[in-house]
Structure formats: C-alpha cells, structure tokens
C-alpha cells in the first residue's frame, strides 16, 4: 500500500535530510577554513606584539641612556667648578667689579695654599645678596688639573678654617 500522504512526508524529509547535509558540508568547509587561517593570524598579531613590545624597550633604553649621558655630560662640566665658601662680599657697585674682586680673593686664597698662576675662569656668587652672611661661589677652572692640584693642596694644608672649597657634585 503506497499512502500519498506518506510519501509526499517522505519525500520532504528527505529533502531537509539533503539540505541539511549541504549546510552541514558547508559549515564543516568554513570551520576547516577558520582553523588553517587561525594560526597564520595569531602568528601576524604575535608579531604585531612583540615588535611594538620591542620598540617600547627601544624608547626605553634611549630614554635612560639619554638620561645617563646627560647626566655624565652635567658632571663631567660641573668637574672643573669647585665652590668656594665664606669668601668675603664685595662693596663694588657694578657686577664686573665684584666678580673682579672675587676672582682676586680667589687668586690670593690659593697663593695662601700654595698654588701660584691659577687659572680661574669665573667666580659666580649664589644665591640672593645677604646681609648677614656670605654667598657661595662657583668657581670655573681653564682645566681639570687645575682643579686637581687646588683640591690636592687645599685637602693638605688647613690654612684658613674661615674659608673653604668644596666639591659641586
């Protein structure tokens, strides 16, 4: 006995069946897909990473090797610049005669230790003018051995406890 109903639902059932296998092959096509692509994509955006991670480290490393030479380069200038306490003040009017006056005390505190034709550069009092105390001055020398041989000959000889050089850095 053949049943129209029977075979008209058989029929739709076996279409569904059909295209449900097709959507099924094709879903089974783009999840194949999606896996050959996933480690092609994860290794471009690990790439991606590390080369943004490296140019970070980059930055950073010229970062601090600027701050370093900066640093050395500020030192290595403030080397030749002792500073000089409880020199007396000047009286003078004008700043060129002042700083005259002090480089000429410099001058002679140094003949008091011994050092003969020191090279001094520059004498640059700091600070705001007092009126109870001195300032102290920075001391700019033509050269390091300059300084090495005031620092030499200050540390051994104790002339003046009033007067003192010390190192600016």
């Not at 059909?18 to 959507?23: A, D, E, I, L, M």
């Not at 996933?38 to 490393?61: C, F, H, L, N, W």
């Not at 050092?115 to 004498?123: C, R, S, T």
Request: hydrophobic share 30%; no cysteine.
């Amino acid at each position: 006995m053949n049943f129209p109903r029977f075979s008209s639902m058989e029929k739709s059932l076996k279409e569904i069946k059909k295209s449900t296998g097709q959507r099924l092959d094709k879903l089974g096509n783009k999840v194949n897909k999606v896996e050959k692509e996933i480690p092609t994509r994860v290794s471009e955006a690990v790439q991606g990473m590390k080369g943004d991670i490296i140019d970070s480290i980059k930055k950073d490393m010229d970062e601090v090797i600027g701050n370093r030479m900066r640093k050395m380069d500020d030192h290595r200038r403030r080397e030749m610049n002792p500073m000089a306490f409880n020199l007396p003040e000047s009286d003078k009017e004008t700043s060129a005669d002042r700083k005259r006056e002090d480089i000429g005390n410099l001058i002679h505190l140094f003949q008091l230790i011994g050092i003969e034709n020191a090279l001094v550069k520059d004498a640059i009092r700091l600070g705001k003018t007092p009126t109870d105390k001195t300032r102290p001055a920075k001391i700019t020398l033509e050269n390091r051995s300059e300084r090495k041989k005031i620092w030499i000959t200050a540390n051994k000889s104790r002339i003046s406890r009033k007067r003192s050089l010390k190192k600016s850095y």
